[in-house]
């Protein structure tokens, strides 16, 4: 008999870990003899008729018939020496994620996938706001198909093609392994073994090596020492220091279209916001008192999907799953996305740090205490008249449906200048993507340009100033690149330039594109000392409207 296509889900157990501690709550093992020393589970879920039922206002009787029932399967069968979990239907459901091992099915897919052959990728970028996303491609690519930025990126899931076609016809893995395999159910012990062996190779370092530049940390001594530093950094952050590279973001691929509100449980808050949020967070604890943090709290504090009255209705995450931030132990930098620790090759972080030592630097009046971007940019329009400020003077470049702000400011010695307060809500990438935008269009839209001067006529009339309009050429004039510099300049508090690693990423990119457009580029640190007694959350918590943060002075609290 000709043996079926079947479409597995495999996961592999962390050693040491049998099936019953692998199960949440509620779920029965029994034995299987269809492969020796097998266990499985079987039921069905649900039970109840759809929310939605209540909404129309459906009888009792038209409930019925949309009652919800799904099935499950799990089967636990050992091979070399390793429990593994396959599952069908809704059985995943019915897993504990922390009994199995991280990135199983990746680095099985990376390891047998055909390089050219890739159909799918999902794609995480930690930052102040974290990005995931999904690409698709209608047939099999190689990896440049899916704009994967190798610096930064952190690939959470791939799918493609296999090019052992008796091991698998379509492989994509992230902590799962699914595969579509030609077997009889005999030969499940077959399958995971055949896939415990590719998860054990390194053919992945041929074409994706680079995923290595930034790399999953599973050692529990360096995990127990990285979740020490982040409670600490969080409890100095909930104690008025500069949060510095400390975010919060989904740890999934979150569906924006649910609308649902957030709730932070865990120490008693009842406050209920409208997004996922670090100010949020910090504003729940400083309302219930909260002035300590532990690594348990990582664990033990959660954020809830809830409705408008703060009951739940969707997922949760423990705040550990959900934190974006950077931490240096014993002298290597890693970084927590996603509830998962990724330590930095150490010599690709020397080399950030090498490249913005070098990078040649420009000098900008200090910031004062009480000081934002806004501010800053005020003070500086009235009191350094060598700068010409063109703050919020926006342009719309030809055929574009939105405006850009050309700088911040400009002077006569053509540095165009853009300035961007590290503590703020907008994120320093925006910051270096500002120079990069504004760079190409000076150099490709001649009529932006005389847009541009017309906005640098407006504040010389409302300043006084002169003579800054011969700086940007007009449309029928020539524009040379080589004789700018594109000035990156951030508000920080500290004598000493220090940004957060994918900042320094992001920067090197920007600076790099800068070049090959002809431009030269510096960086600015613009010293801004510390306010004392700063506190954040005591903000926050003056600020509260029904749960909601309130902005003020233009920057989020």
């Not at 009994?99 to 996938?113: T, Y």
């Not at 132990?329 to 690709?348: E, P």
């Not at 590290?422 to 994120?427: A, G, P, Q, Y």
Request: glycine share 8%.
């Amino acid at each position: 008999m000709t043996d079926n296509i079947q479409k597995l889900s495999i996961r592999l157990l962390k050693v040491g870990v049998e099936p019953a501690d692998a199960l949440r709550e509620g779920v029965d093992l029994d034995d299987w003899p269809k492969i020796e020393g097998a266990k499985i589970a079987l039921n069905t879920m649900g039970g109840n008729p759809p929310k939605w039922s209540s909404f129309l206002g459906l009888s009792e009787d038209e409930k019925k018939k949309v009652w919800n029932n799904t099935a499950f399967g799990l089967v636990f069968l050992q091979t070399s020496g390793r429990w593994f979990a396959v599952s069908f239907g809704m059985g995943h459901v019915k897993l504990d994620p922390s009994k199995f091992e991280q990135d199983f099915g990746l680095r099985v897919v990376l390891n047998s996938v055909d390089e050219g052959q890739l159909k799918s990728a999902d794609v995480r970028t930690p930052d102040e706001n974290t990005l995931s996303r999904r690409s698709q491609t209608s047939r099999g690519s190689d990896q440049t198909a899916f704009a994967i930025d190798v610096e930064r990126d952190i690939i959470r899931g791939l799918a493609g093609t296999p090019k052992d076609m008796d091991f698998a016809t379509r492989v994509a893995g992230s902590d799962a392994l699914s595969m579509d395999r030609r077997l009889k159910v005999a030969d499940l012990p077959k399958a995971c073994d055949d896939a415990l062996s590719v998860y054990a190779k390194n053919d992945y370092k041929n074409h994706f090596g680079w995923v290595d530049q930034i790399k999953h940390v599973r050692e529990a001594d360096l995990l127990e020492k990285l979740d020490d530093a982040a409670a600490a950094k969080l409890e100095a952050v909930i104690g008025g220091a500069d949060p510095d590279g400390l975010h919060l973001a989904f740890p999934i691929i979150y569906d924006p279209e649910k609308g649902a509100c957030i709730r932070y449980k865990g120490f008693r808050s009842k406050l209920v916001f409208p997004d996922l949020d670090l100010s949020g967070y910090l504003g729940a604890l400083q309302e219930q008192g909260v002035t300590s943090f532990t690594a348990d709290d990582l664990r033990k504090h959660a954020v809830h999907e809830v409705d408008d009255e703060g009951k739940d209705c969707g997922k949760s995450w423990k705040i550990g799953e959900c934190l974006v931030l950077e931490a240096e132990v014993d002298g290597l930098t890693y970084v927590l996305s996603g509830g998962r620790w990724y330590q930095v090759a150490q010599d690709y972080a020397q080399e950030l740090v090498k490249f913005f030592d070098e990078l040649p630097r420009e000098e900008l009046p200090d910031a004062l205490p009480d000081e934002n971007e806004e501010k800053y940019n005020r003070r500086l329009k009235n009191d350094v008249p060598e700068l010409l400020c063109l703050d919020r003077k926006l342009i719309k470049p030809t055929g574009w449906t939105t405006s850009i702000e050309a700088c911040d400011f400009l002077d006569k010695n053509a540095r165009v200048i853009h300035v961007k307060d590290k503590t703020s809500s907008s994120r320093l990438s925006h910051l270096f993507n500002q120079g990069t935008v504004s760079g190409r269009v000076l150099i490709g839209d001649a009529a932006a340009r005389d847009l541009l001067r017309g906005r640098i006529d407006e504040v010389q009339a409302d300043t006084g100033q002169t003579g800054f309009a011969d700086v940007i050429p007009s449309a029928n004039e020539s524009f040379q690149p080589r004789d700018y510099t594109i000035v990156y300049a951030v508000i920080g508090t500290g004598d000493d330039a220090k940004l957060p690693f994918f900042s320094l990423v992001t920067l090197r990119q920007a600076v790099r594109e800068l070049i090959v457009m002809g431009y030269k580029a510096a960086f600015a640190w613009i010293k801004k000392p510390a306010a004392a007694g700063t506190k954040p959350a005591k903000k926050l918590a003056e600020d509260q409207d029904d749960g909601e943060v309130i902005e003020t002075d233009g920057e989020a609290a």
